[in-house]
């Protein structure tokens, strides 16, 4: 019990008496923050144009983040506006539409959606009658169907702009009509023949049981029920009829409304690629905006807390200016551009390079040579007669022989012409 009592305050005395040291000897040390913030302000004072450099440096980052984020938006808005340009392109003159116009093309479009689809729960039961009662084949069937007549409105409206623009003959464009509205006719024409078959299998079942059921009573000699049994019969017989006659009706108005609506399909896209893109670039103008906004508002932040240093420190304003403009310069300044003391620099080099060139080309001279001709050029004196050698001393003759004549010099024999190469 006592080696943990005396443990414990020994771990506390120690640890008392290292605190007691370390205040004694780090506190003093250790610089307070009024001091470090009495001398930064000395330091402030002592060179202003250092503190502005060191403010741009720390602000630099989260301006870039904001000035790439204004980049970011202005290159989306143009990105847009090239967009909403190149659609209006589409358009004739390259203008926009009127209202009218805009609203009635857009007005087909919604009505020409729903006359296909009526088509497509119109035909898809007769085309599934026809089948068997397979559905797969009645939707393929029925997309098949259902596509002439969106492709020859297509067409019919696609030559009809080449005729009015002067592209296509009028009797090309009648050739090109008139076979379009045929095929489509034709089309239309099979799916009317084949419209009584949906009634017909609609009510083959019922037709069915109400022959089984009026034979039955029949043999069985009730007079009543055969009387009830054979109204039903008529009863679903005329339903049938009925039926078939709507049926009958309802294709070639659906086919109608459809061709009909469609020759506006291909208008009514650009509008609304066109009202997509004006929706694309006033979000992007508007992005581009907040964040424009977002940066001048930082800038201001920014330099209202610096002036207010610069005030608070004793410093002027036309200072602050003054340095502000000083370091733009410095940060404007083409980085291409040599300072004079790399200016100065070059041109030392080359002198030295020009020396040494000079130096490696020219001849090697003696110093007399040097001197001699720095006196005297070969332009002053005349140039030097050839050397005369000396004749050697006759000797005397032998007596009984004549004196030799003297030796006359032979006359040197003229050029002759070289004909070693002639190639003729």
């Given amino acids: 019990m006592l080696i943990p009592i005396i443990t414990t305050v020994g771990a506390i005395a120690l640890t008392g008496w290292l605190g007691f040291l370390a205040a004694r000897h780090l506190l003093p040390r250790i610089p307070s923050p009024a001091a470090l913030r009495a001398a930064a302000r000395d330091r402030v004072r002592a060179d202003p144009l250092d503190h502005v450099r060191s403010w741009i440096v720390r602000m ?82 029925t997309l098949l169907l259902l596509g002439v007549p969106v492709i020859g409105s297509v067409l019919l409206g696609h030559f009809f ?20 509205l045929a095929i489509v006719v034709a089309v239309v024409a099979l799916l009317t023949g084949l419209a009584p078959i949906r009634a017909e299998v609609e009510y083959a079942d ?50 109608t409304a459809e061709f009909a609506t469609g020759f506006f399909f291909p208008l009514a896209i650009p509008l609304l690629l066109l009202a997509d893109a004006k929706t694309s670039r006033r979000r992007a103008e508007r992005a581009l905006t907040v964040a424009a906004n977002s940066l001048t508002n930082q800038r201001a932040r920014q330099y209202a807390r610096l002036s207010a240093r610069f005030q608070r420190l004793g410093l002027t304003q036309l200072e602050l200016q003054q340095h502000l403009a000083a370091v733009n310069a410095e940060n404007t300044r083409d980085a291409t551009a040599p300072t004079p003391i790399e200016v100065a620099r070059g041109q030392v080099a080359g002198e030295l390079l020009a020396q040494a060139t000079a130096a490696a080309i020219a001849p090697a001279v003696s110093e007399d040579d040097a001197i001699t001709a720095e006196i005297v050029t070969t332009d002053e004196l005349p140039p030097l007669p050839p050397p005369v050698r000396p004749m050697p001393p006759r000797r005397p003759a032998p007596p009984g022989r004549p004196a030799p004549e003297p030796a006359v010099a032979a006359a040197p024999e003229p050029d002759l012409p070289d004909e070693s190469f002639d190639l003729s």
């Fill in 60 to 141: 630099a980052p989260s301006r870039l983040r904001l000035q790439q984020r204004m980049e970011a938006a202005q290159a989306t808005a143009s990105r847009a506006g090239a967009r909403e340009q190149r659609l209006l392109t589409t358009f004739k003159d390259g203008k926009e539409p009127s209202f009218a116009f805009t609203v009635t093309a857009i007005t087909l479009l919604v009505l020409w959606i729903v006359s296909i689809v009526s088509a497509f729960l119109i035909d898809l039961p007769i085309i599934a009658s026809v089948s068997g009662g397979n559905v797969l084949f009645g939707i393929l069937g």
């Fill in 206 to 255: 019922q037709l069915r049981a109400a022959g089984q059921q009026l034979a039955m009573y029949r043999e069985d000699g009730d007079e009543n029920a055969v009387r009830f049994t054979e109204q039903n019969l008529a009863d679903l017989q005329a339903q049938q009829e009925r039926s078939a006659e709507w049926n009958t009706a309802l294709v070639p108005i659906a086919a």
């Fill in 161 to 180: 702009g080449q005729w009015r623009s002067g592209e296509l003959s009028t009797t090309w464009f009648s050739l090109v009509a008139t076979v379009v």
